[in-house]
């Protein structure tokens, strides 16, 4: 919820440097400013509910290739569909498969990952 009131400056960032510099942006501050929003926000969500760094890889690639590359878009759509994910996840585990949630996670999760990685969207410029 925090990053949604700063989506119209990531989206402005994501352009490029020089588009945002012209568009006004300090864009190294900004950068900065987001790096550590997120690493504070990665660790909290880490602390609070364990490892599921796996699923926030790949659940906001999900998302950008659904909406655009709004993050006012984005953001939204990564929170609800990353919730849905991890639900689903929660009641296979549960109730199908008898794993662990983690285990179940990475079963799922680490092809996707294997796969963006080798078509490179971790890298889109």
């Not at 009131?5 to 012209?22: D, I, R, Y």
């Not at 655009?68 to 878009?73: A, N, Q």
């Not at 794993?99 to 092809?111: D, E, G, H, Q, R």
């Amino acid at each position: 919820m925090l990053l949604q009131l700063f989506a119209h400056q990531l989206t402005v960032l994501s352009l490029n440097e020089t588009v945002a510099k012209g568009l006004g942006q300090k864009t190294t501050a900004m950068t900065l400013f987001f790096m550590s929003l997120v690493l504070l926000l990665s660790a909290a969500a880490v602390a609070l509910v364990g490892s599921i760094a796996l699923v926030g890889l790949i659940i906001p690639h999900f998302a950008k290739s659904v909406s655009g590359k709004d993050y006012r878009r984005i953001l939204p759509l990564t929170s609800l569909l990353g919730a849905f994910f991890l639900l689903l996840c929660d009641f296979a585990a549960l109730h199908l498969a008898g794993l662990p949630l983690s285990a179940l996670i990475s079963l799922i999760v680490l092809p996707v990952f294997l796969w963006l990685m080798r078509k490179g969207a971790f890298y889109e410029k």
